[in-house]
Protein backbone atom coordinates (compact mmCIF):
# COMPACT_ATOMS: atom_id res chain seq x y z
CA UNK A 1 0.00 0.00 0.00
CA UNK A 2 1.72 3.01 -1.22
CA UNK A 3 -1.29 5.74 -0.71
CA UNK A 4 -2.53 7.45 1.62
CA UNK A 5 -6.23 7.20 3.30
CA UNK A 6 -7.00 10.32 1.42
CA UNK A 7 -5.37 8.42 -2.09
CA UNK A 8 -2.51 10.74 -2.22
CA UNK A 9 1.39 8.96 -2.31
CA UNK A 10 2.68 8.09 0.59
CA UNK A 11 5.70 8.84 2.20
CA UNK A 12 6.42 4.99 3.43
CA UNK A 13 4.94 1.72 3.08
CA UNK A 14 1.99 1.48 4.50
CA UNK A 15 -0.49 -2.33 5.12
CA UNK A 16 0.49 -5.32 7.01
CA UNK A 17 4.07 -5.24 8.37
CA UNK A 18 5.53 -7.98 9.71
CA UNK A 19 7.65 -7.63 12.51
CA UNK A 20 9.22 -10.56 13.51
CA UNK A 21 7.95 -13.31 15.78
CA UNK A 22 4.39 -13.93 15.04
CA UNK A 23 3.88 -9.93 15.60
CA UNK A 24 3.09 -7.60 12.93
CA UNK A 25 1.81 -3.46 12.56
CA UNK A 26 -0.73 -2.74 10.62
CA UNK A 27 0.28 1.18 9.38
CA UNK A 28 -1.72 3.75 7.75
CA UNK A 29 0.39 6.26 5.87
CA UNK A 30 1.23 9.03 6.61
CA UNK A 31 0.19 9.03 10.00
CA UNK A 32 -1.69 12.59 10.05
CA UNK A 33 -5.26 13.16 11.46
CA UNK A 34 -7.05 9.63 11.74
CA UNK A 35 -4.67 7.95 10.28
CA UNK A 36 -3.68 5.72 13.03
CA UNK A 37 -1.27 2.04 13.51
CA UNK A 38 -2.66 -0.74 15.00
CA UNK A 39 -1.01 -4.40 15.88
CA UNK A 40 -1.33 -7.90 15.61
CA UNK A 41 0.00 -10.71 17.92
CA UNK A 42 -0.06 -14.54 17.05
CA UNK A 43 -0.52 -17.53 19.37
CA UNK A 44 -0.72 -20.87 19.49
CA UNK A 45 -4.81 -21.03 18.70
CA UNK A 46 -5.52 -17.65 18.78
CA UNK A 47 -4.21 -14.04 18.42
CA UNK A 48 -4.98 -10.56 20.05
CA UNK A 49 -5.05 -7.23 18.19
CA UNK A 50 -3.91 -3.95 19.31
CA UNK A 51 -6.38 -1.19 18.48
CA UNK A 52 -8.98 -1.00 16.13
CA UNK A 53 -8.72 1.92 14.02
CA UNK A 54 -11.48 5.15 13.07
CA UNK A 55 -14.43 3.53 11.22
CA UNK A 56 -15.81 -0.30 10.22
CA UNK A 57 -14.40 0.21 6.84
CA UNK A 58 -11.04 0.09 8.06
CA UNK A 59 -11.13 -1.90 10.44
CA UNK A 60 -12.39 -4.52 7.98
CA UNK A 61 -9.67 -3.92 5.38
CA UNK A 62 -7.04 -4.17 8.17
CA UNK A 63 -8.65 -7.88 9.59
CA UNK A 64 -9.08 -9.15 5.92
CA UNK A 65 -5.40 -8.64 5.63
CA UNK A 66 -4.87 -10.06 8.86
CA UNK A 67 -6.74 -13.43 7.79
CA UNK A 68 -3.88 -15.12 6.75
CA UNK A 69 -1.87 -14.85 9.60
CA UNK A 70 -4.68 -15.76 11.60
CA UNK A 71 -6.11 -18.74 10.02
CA UNK A 72 -5.98 -21.21 12.97
CA UNK A 73 -5.51 -18.39 15.28
CA UNK A 74 -8.33 -16.70 15.43
CA UNK A 75 -8.32 -12.83 17.03
CA UNK A 76 -9.81 -13.71 21.28
CA UNK A 77 -8.15 -10.43 22.20
CA UNK A 78 -8.37 -6.46 21.24
CA UNK A 79 -6.56 -4.09 23.77
CA UNK A 80 -7.68 -0.07 22.96
CA UNK A 81 -4.67 1.85 23.75
CA UNK A 82 -6.93 5.00 24.97
CA UNK A 83 -9.98 6.84 24.07
CA UNK A 84 -9.75 8.70 20.89
CA UNK A 85 -12.09 7.27 18.36
CA UNK A 86 -9.27 6.62 16.17
CA UNK A 87 -7.89 3.51 17.37
CA UNK A 88 -11.30 1.72 18.91
CA UNK A 89 -14.47 2.86 16.83
CA UNK A 90 -13.74 -0.56 14.61
CA UNK A 91 -14.09 -2.74 17.64
CA UNK A 92 -17.29 -3.57 16.31
CA UNK A 93 -16.00 -5.79 13.67
CA UNK A 94 -13.54 -8.25 15.83
CA UNK A 95 -15.32 -10.99 16.36
CA UNK A 96 -17.68 -11.40 18.70
CA UNK A 97 -16.20 -13.57 20.89
CA UNK A 98 -13.16 -11.41 21.57
CA UNK A 99 -12.62 -10.07 24.68
CA UNK A 100 -11.84 -6.35 24.44
CA UNK A 101 -9.48 -4.61 27.11
CA UNK A 102 -8.09 -1.57 27.86
CA UNK A 103 -7.26 0.80 31.10
CA UNK A 104 -9.75 2.09 33.47
CA UNK A 105 -9.07 5.55 32.72
CA UNK A 106 -9.65 5.03 28.80
CA UNK A 107 -12.65 3.53 29.55
CA UNK A 108 -14.38 6.43 31.59
CA UNK A 109 -13.33 8.75 28.72
CA UNK A 110 -15.15 6.69 26.18
CA UNK A 111 -18.33 7.51 27.75
CA UNK A 112 -17.25 11.87 27.43
CA UNK A 113 -15.62 11.24 23.65
CA UNK A 114 -17.94 12.52 20.80
CA UNK A 115 -20.53 10.16 19.50
CA UNK A 116 -19.96 8.83 16.27
CA UNK A 117 -22.93 10.47 15.25
CA UNK A 118 -21.79 14.06 16.33
CA UNK A 119 -18.91 13.26 14.11
CA UNK A 120 -21.04 12.28 11.39
CA UNK A 121 -22.77 15.93 11.61
CA UNK A 122 -19.60 17.37 11.92
CA UNK A 123 -18.51 15.74 8.90
CA UNK A 124 -21.49 17.04 6.93
CA UNK A 125 -21.25 20.72 8.33
CA UNK A 126 -17.73 21.37 7.70
CA UNK A 127 -18.31 20.35 3.84
CA UNK A 128 -20.72 22.88 3.70
CA UNK A 129 -18.95 25.28 6.07
CA UNK A 130 -15.60 24.79 4.25
CA UNK A 131 -17.54 26.84 1.24
CA UNK A 132 -17.32 30.19 3.12
CA UNK A 133 -15.17 32.83 2.55
CA UNK A 134 -12.36 33.69 5.03
CA UNK A 135 -11.45 32.15 8.91
CA UNK A 136 -14.44 30.20 8.88
CA UNK A 137 -14.06 28.50 5.66
CA UNK A 138 -10.74 27.80 6.49
CA UNK A 139 -11.38 26.06 9.31
CA UNK A 140 -14.45 24.23 7.68
CA UNK A 141 -11.54 23.11 5.10
CA UNK A 142 -9.11 21.60 7.69
CA UNK A 143 -11.50 19.97 9.95
CA UNK A 144 -12.66 18.09 6.50
CA UNK A 145 -10.02 17.70 5.06
CA UNK A 146 -9.39 15.52 8.37
CA UNK A 147 -12.65 13.55 8.15
CA UNK A 148 -13.27 12.69 4.70
CA UNK A 149 -11.65 9.58 4.17
CA UNK A 150 -13.89 7.80 7.07
CA UNK A 151 -17.39 7.10 7.49
CA UNK A 152 -18.92 7.73 10.73
CA UNK A 153 -22.54 6.88 9.98
CA UNK A 154 -22.05 3.22 9.79
CA UNK A 155 -19.92 3.14 13.31
CA UNK A 156 -21.51 0.85 15.97
CA UNK A 157 -20.24 1.21 19.71
CA UNK A 158 -18.87 -1.44 20.84
CA UNK A 159 -17.34 -0.50 24.61
CA UNK A 160 -14.38 -3.14 25.81
CA UNK A 161 -15.42 -6.07 27.88
CA UNK A 162 -12.96 -5.32 31.09
CA UNK A 163 -11.00 -2.51 32.43
CA UNK A 164 -7.43 -2.66 34.46
CA UNK A 165 -6.00 -0.10 36.98
CA UNK A 166 -2.33 0.02 36.40
CA UNK A 167 -0.66 -3.22 34.67
CA UNK A 168 -2.44 -6.55 33.46
CA UNK A 169 -0.86 -9.44 32.14
CA UNK A 170 -3.14 -11.13 29.37
CA UNK A 171 -2.12 -14.68 28.08
CA UNK A 172 -2.85 -15.05 24.16
CA UNK A 173 -2.33 -18.63 22.74
CA UNK A 174 0.59 -19.30 24.63
CA UNK A 175 1.80 -15.62 24.60
CA UNK A 176 2.31 -13.10 27.49
CA UNK A 177 1.09 -9.71 26.44
CA UNK A 178 2.50 -6.74 29.09
CA UNK A 179 -0.26 -3.76 29.48
CA UNK A 180 0.74 -0.92 31.36
CA UNK A 181 -0.72 2.15 31.57
CA UNK A 182 1.72 5.47 30.97
CA UNK A 183 -0.56 7.98 31.07
CA UNK A 184 -1.79 10.63 31.54
CA UNK A 185 0.29 11.88 28.71
CA UNK A 186 -1.86 12.13 25.16
CA UNK A 187 -4.81 11.35 26.84
CA UNK A 188 -5.67 10.25 30.63
CA UNK A 189 -5.68 6.60 29.86
CA UNK A 190 -2.73 5.76 27.83
CA UNK A 191 -1.52 2.49 27.52
CA UNK A 192 1.16 0.49 25.82
CA UNK A 193 0.96 -3.06 24.83
CA UNK A 194 4.39 -5.00 25.14
CA UNK A 195 5.29 -8.52 23.83
CA UNK A 196 8.61 -9.14 25.71
CA UNK A 197 8.92 -12.57 23.58
CA UNK A 198 9.23 -10.59 20.56
CA UNK A 199 10.89 -6.96 21.86
CA UNK A 200 8.38 -5.59 20.03
CA UNK A 201 5.98 -3.00 22.31
CA UNK A 202 2.56 -0.96 20.92
CA UNK A 203 3.37 2.64 22.14
CA UNK A 204 0.27 3.98 20.57
CA UNK A 205 0.08 7.66 21.00
CA UNK A 206 2.81 8.23 23.70
CA UNK A 207 4.85 7.95 19.98
CA UNK A 208 4.45 9.96 17.01
CA UNK A 209 7.26 8.95 14.48
CA UNK A 210 7.41 11.83 12.02
CA UNK A 211 4.78 13.32 12.71
CA UNK A 212 3.59 16.32 15.43
CA UNK A 213 2.22 15.10 18.61
CA UNK A 214 -0.80 16.15 20.09
CA UNK A 215 -1.16 16.82 23.83
CA UNK A 216 -4.58 16.63 24.75
CA UNK A 217 -4.16 15.99 28.63
CA UNK A 218 -0.57 16.14 29.99
CA UNK A 219 1.60 16.76 31.82
CA UNK A 220 4.38 17.12 29.63
CA UNK A 221 6.31 15.69 32.91
CA UNK A 222 4.11 12.70 32.57
CA UNK A 223 4.85 12.35 28.49
CA UNK A 224 8.17 12.25 29.25
CA UNK A 225 8.58 9.94 31.89
CA UNK A 226 5.91 7.50 30.11
CA UNK A 227 9.01 7.51 27.42
CA UNK A 228 11.58 7.03 29.90
CA UNK A 229 9.37 3.65 31.16
CA UNK A 230 9.10 2.72 26.98
CA UNK A 231 12.59 2.65 27.22
CA UNK A 232 13.68 1.08 29.94
CA UNK A 233 11.55 -2.34 28.32
CA UNK A 234 14.13 -2.88 26.25
CA UNK A 235 11.75 -3.68 23.39
CA UNK A 236 13.94 -2.63 20.07
CA UNK A 237 10.90 -2.53 17.87
CA UNK A 238 8.11 0.14 18.46
CA UNK A 239 5.41 0.89 17.15
CA UNK A 240 3.85 4.47 17.17
CA UNK A 241 0.46 5.66 16.78
CA UNK A 242 0.94 7.30 13.60
CA UNK A 243 3.56 7.51 11.42
CA UNK A 244 6.40 4.50 10.56
CA UNK A 245 7.94 1.59 13.51
CA UNK A 246 10.67 2.88 15.01
CA UNK A 247 12.87 1.79 18.04
CA UNK A 248 14.48 3.26 21.26
CA UNK A 249 15.95 5.95 19.01
CA UNK A 250 12.80 7.59 18.05
CA UNK A 251 11.20 7.27 21.05
CA UNK A 252 14.19 9.81 22.55
CA UNK A 253 13.87 12.09 19.26
CA UNK A 254 10.17 12.11 21.39
CA UNK A 255 11.76 12.60 24.97
CA UNK A 256 13.60 15.51 23.22
CA UNK A 257 10.79 16.92 21.41
CA UNK A 258 8.74 17.52 24.80
CA UNK A 259 11.56 18.73 26.60
CA UNK A 260 12.23 21.54 23.61
CA UNK A 261 8.84 22.47 24.15
CA UNK A 262 8.08 22.79 27.56
CA UNK A 263 11.32 24.97 27.40
CA UNK A 264 9.78 26.85 24.58
CA UNK A 265 6.47 27.44 26.49
CA UNK A 266 7.27 28.30 29.92
CA UNK A 267 9.60 31.10 27.75
CA UNK A 268 6.44 32.15 25.58
CA UNK A 269 4.03 32.12 28.97
CA UNK A 270 6.90 34.56 31.04
CA UNK A 271 6.15 37.52 27.82
CA UNK A 272 2.56 36.69 28.56
CA UNK A 273 2.04 35.33 24.86
CA UNK A 274 -1.06 33.54 24.20
CA UNK A 275 -1.51 30.54 22.57
CA UNK A 276 -1.80 31.16 19.13
CA UNK A 277 0.84 34.10 19.12
CA UNK A 278 3.02 31.70 21.51
CA UNK A 279 3.18 28.58 18.93
CA UNK A 280 3.96 31.03 15.73
CA UNK A 281 7.05 31.96 17.46
CA UNK A 282 8.17 29.02 18.88
CA UNK A 283 7.63 26.98 15.48
CA UNK A 284 9.62 30.11 13.46
CA UNK A 285 12.35 30.05 15.73
CA UNK A 286 15.55 28.35 13.98
CA UNK A 287 16.01 25.44 16.86
CA UNK A 288 11.82 24.06 15.36
CA UNK A 289 14.00 23.66 11.80
CA UNK A 290 13.65 20.00 11.90
CA UNK A 291 10.16 19.81 14.05
CA UNK A 292 8.61 21.88 11.16
CA UNK A 293 9.32 19.02 9.16
CA UNK A 294 7.52 16.40 10.81
CA UNK A 295 3.82 16.34 9.50
CA UNK A 296 1.15 18.59 10.79
CA UNK A 297 3.38 20.74 12.57
CA UNK A 298 0.02 23.14 13.05
CA UNK A 299 -1.27 20.42 15.57
CA UNK A 300 1.65 22.26 18.15
CA UNK A 301 -0.84 24.96 18.89
CA UNK A 302 -2.49 22.30 20.97
CA UNK A 303 -0.10 20.91 22.97
CA UNK A 304 0.54 24.36 23.85
CA UNK A 305 -2.66 25.73 24.77
CA UNK A 306 -2.66 22.29 26.79
CA UNK A 307 1.04 23.38 28.56
CA UNK A 308 -0.11 27.37 29.41
CA UNK A 309 -3.25 26.10 30.90
CA UNK A 310 -0.68 23.66 33.22
CA UNK A 311 1.48 26.58 33.55
CA UNK A 312 -1.74 28.97 34.64
CA UNK A 313 -2.88 26.24 36.91
CA UNK A 314 -6.45 26.56 34.86
CA UNK A 315 -6.40 22.33 34.71
CA UNK A 316 -7.59 20.27 31.95
CA UNK A 317 -8.96 21.00 28.62
CA UNK A 318 -12.65 21.34 28.77
CA UNK A 319 -14.19 18.35 26.08
CA UNK A 320 -16.70 20.77 25.06
CA UNK A 321 -17.14 21.19 20.87
CA UNK A 322 -17.17 25.12 21.43
CA UNK A 323 -13.38 24.71 22.75
CA UNK A 324 -12.36 21.77 20.31
CA UNK A 325 -14.00 24.23 17.46
CA UNK A 326 -11.96 27.45 18.95
CA UNK A 327 -9.13 25.12 18.71
CA UNK A 328 -9.01 23.87 15.34
CA UNK A 329 -9.88 27.72 14.34
CA UNK A 330 -6.28 28.56 15.45
CA UNK A 331 -4.74 25.36 14.34
CA UNK A 332 -5.33 26.13 10.75
CA UNK A 333 -4.53 29.73 11.72
CA UNK A 334 -1.36 28.29 12.77
CA UNK A 335 -1.11 26.04 9.20
CA UNK A 336 -1.97 29.52 7.43
CA UNK A 337 1.28 31.22 9.21
CA UNK A 338 3.42 28.56 8.14
CA UNK A 339 2.38 28.57 4.85
CA UNK A 340 2.82 31.65 4.38
CA UNK A 341 6.04 31.14 5.49
CA UNK A 342 6.89 28.79 2.88
CA UNK A 343 5.84 31.19 0.14
ZN1 LIG B 1 -4.36 8.55 17.40
Redesign the pocket.
Same mark, same amino acid.
Given at each position: MRTTLAGAPSAFEGGLLPLGSGTWAWIQPDGGWGE?NAGLVVGDGASAVVDTLWDGRRCREMLAAMAAPTAGAPVRLAVNTHA #?G #? +?WWGNAELPADARIVTSAEARTAMDEEESPRGMARLRRLTGLSGRLPGRAGEMGRYVRGMLEPFDFRHVELRLPDDVFHGTATEEVGGRELLLRTLGPAHTVGDLVVHVPDAGVLFA? #?LLFVGVTPVMWAGPVESWIAALDAILATDADTIVP? +?GPVGGPEEVRAMRDYWAWLAGAVAAQHRMGHRALEATIAILRDPDAAAYRRWLVPERTLISVTVMQRGLAGEGPLPRTTAVRAALFDQVASVRRALRDDAG
Open positions: A #D #D +HA #DG +H
